[in-house]
């Protein structure tokens, strides 16, 4: 036993310096470093942050060079630092009303407060291969980008709100102190706020993949992009020492709201109701996608039909965490040895069992009327 511990240590060693050669790759070719990661991988960083559960964009892009590029191992690798990290107190609720927007759109209206703001996006690239950027300093001669916008531009939910054409969302009698999943455990029935927390660190493609099933077929909603926010934020908290809010830092946020009909019931008449996603970083299709499932996760509450599997709380609450779906799916390579050599040796019998020859009914008759 002492031998065989010794070996597997001195193999797992191994496996260490393998890994770090890996990562590494040709010595001849320059190491990346943090900034090049963090200033020209944004959206790669972005979606660290964001299902890392942690803004920091310098230990995103650390996360990101220790995984070799692997998102999933660098989200893990973020969300098992902020563990470590103390807990200071909550900020203030954030005004995305106030952003400093980068990028504003609507589909629901063409001439929309404020104007429509495209800024950086692929929506009108031609998805085509663009060998220039396979040049040294290839943006170099570029032109600086635009500065971000500093006035506030209303919000078009705001403005359905303002006629009673949306469901309201007002904050819970008392203003309780809202959920904290990293620090409770997620229960049935869960509440908006838990779910919402829920999708904010959940994983991107499942979010996706549940977001597209409900324009499938498999939901009952007719989604509209009412707003995409993408800009920068301040963050406020109250010292007590103090006695009043002070900003404490500024991120960099995706938002988006989507409007879907709803044919009233009882107590409401016909009215659009919302779905809801915020991202760190600039994080779009994260952001849509976290809407449409926040909309179909609502069905049971507004009295729709609610079948399919965008619908199913404990389905997507359960599998949408990418750190536990991960960690399960892999512990299948920890040996298993034992449980497969009892199934091993349980089918090996049912086989010989069903090899052996078995007595005809004739001959069961006859031994029976020999006793």
Same mark, same amino acid.
């Given at each position: 036993?002492?031998?065989?511990?010794?070996?597997?240590?001195?193999?797992?060693?191994?496996?260490?310096?393998?890994?770090?050669?890996?990562?590494?790759?040709?010595? /001849?070719?320059?190491?990346?470093?943090?900034?090049? *990661?963090?200033?020209?991988?944004?959206?790669?960083?972005?979606?660290?942050?964001?299902?890392?559960?942690?803004?920091?964009?310098?230990?995103?892009?650390?996360?990101?060079?220790?995984?070799?590029?692997?998102?999933?191992?660098?989200?893990?690798?973020?969300?098992?630092?902020?563990?470590?990290?103390?807990?200071?107190?909550?900020?203030?609720?954030? /005004?995305?009303?106030?952003?400093?927007?980068?990028?504003?759109?609507?589909?629901?209206?063409?001439?929309?407060?404020?104007?429509?703001?495209?800024?950086?996006?692929? /929506?009108?690239?031609?998805?085509?291969?663009?060998?220039?950027?396979?040049?040294?300093?290839?943006?170099?001669?570029?032109?600086?980008?635009?500065?971000?916008?500093?006035?506030?531009?209303?919000?078009?939910?705001?403005?359905?709100?303002?006629?009673?054409? *949306?469901?309201?969302?007002?904050?819970?009698?008392?203003?309780?102190?809202?959920?904290?999943?990293?620090?409770?455990?997620?229960?049935?029935?869960?509440?908006?706020?838990?779910?919402?927390?829920?999708?904010?660190?959940?994983?991107?493609?499942?979010?996706?993949?549940?977001?597209?099933?409900?324009?499938?077929?498999?939901?009952?909603?007719?989604?509209?992009?009412?707003?995409?926010?993408?800009?920068?934020?301040?963050?406020?908290?109250?010292?007590?020492?103090?006695?009043?809010?002070?900003?404490?830092?500024?991120?960099?946020?995706?938002?988006?709201?989507?409007?879907?009909?709803?044919?009233?019931?009882?107590?409401?008449?016909?009215? @659009?109701?919302?779905?809801?996603?915020?991202?760190?970083?600039?994080?779009?299709?994260?952001?849509?996608?976290?809407?449409?499932?926040?909309?179909?996760?609502?069905?049971?509450?507004?009295?729709?039909?609610?079948?399919?599997?965008?619908?199913?709380?404990?389905?997507?609450?359960?599998?949408?965490?990418?750190?536990?779906?991960?960690? @399960?799916?892999?512990?299948?390579?920890?040996?298993?040895?034992?449980?497969?050599?009892?199934?091993?040796?349980?089918?090996?019998?049912?086989?010989?069992?069903?090899?052996?020859?078995?007595?005809?009914?004739?001959?069961?008759?006859?031994?029976?009327?020999?006793?």
């Amino acid at each position: 036993m002492y031998v065989a511990v010794k070996g597997g240590e001195r193999a797992i060693l191994n496996s260490y310096r393998m890994l770090d050669d890996y990562r590494r790759g040709n010595r /001849d070719v320059p190491a990346l470093s943090l900034d090049q *990661i963090r200033e020209q991988m944004p959206l790669a960083v972005s979606r660290v942050m964001a299902e890392g559960s942690l803004y920091d964009p310098h230990l995103a892009a650390l996360a990101l060079k220790q995984a070799a590029g692997d998102a999933i191992e660098a989200v893990f690798l973020l969300r098992a630092y902020r563990t470590t990290l103390s807990r200071h107190g909550y900020t203030q609720p954030i /005004d995305t009303g106030a952003m400093r927007l980068q990028r504003r759109i609507s589909s629901t209206f063409k001439d929309v407060p404020g104007g429509q703001i495209l800024g950086p996006t692929y /929506d009108y690239t031609q998805r085509l291969l663009d060998f220039s950027l396979a040049a040294q300093h290839e943006s170099d001669a570029l032109p600086p980008a635009g500065e971000a916008l500093d006035s506030a531009m209303p919000r078009v939910t705001d403005l359905l709100a303002h006629d009673d054409l *949306i469901d309201a969302e007002p904050v819970p009698e008392g203003d309780p102190e809202p959920f904290d999943l990293t620090r409770q455990p997620l229960e049935f029935p869960a509440s908006r706020a838990a779910r919402l927390q829920n999708l904010a660190r959940a994983d991107e493609g499942f979010l996706l993949s549940m977001g597209y099933s409900t324009q499938r077929g498999y939901g009952n909603t007719h989604p509209f992009a009412a707003e995409i926010r993408y800009g920068t934020l301040e963050v406020q908290m109250v010292v007590e020492e103090l006695g009043f809010a002070v900003t404490v830092g500024e991120i960099e946020i995706t938002e988006c709201q989507m409007v879907s009909q709803f044919a009233g019931n009882a107590e409401d008449g016909p009215k @659009f109701t919302r779905g809801y996603g915020l991202s760190f970083g600039y994080g779009e299709r994260r952001a849509m996608s976290m809407a449409l499932v926040d909309r179909a996760l609502k069905a049971q509450d507004l009295g729709e039909r609610a079948d399919s599997p965008a619908n199913d709380h404990e389905f997507v609450l359960y599998h949408s965490d990418n750190v536990e779906a991960s960690g @399960f799916t892999q512990h299948l390579k920890l040996p298993h040895y034992v449980d497969f050599q009892a199934n091993l040796e349980l089918l090996r019998r049912l086989r010989a069992d069903r090899q052996t020859p078995q007595p005809a009914h004739s001959d069961l008759m006859d031994e029976a009327v020999s006793q």
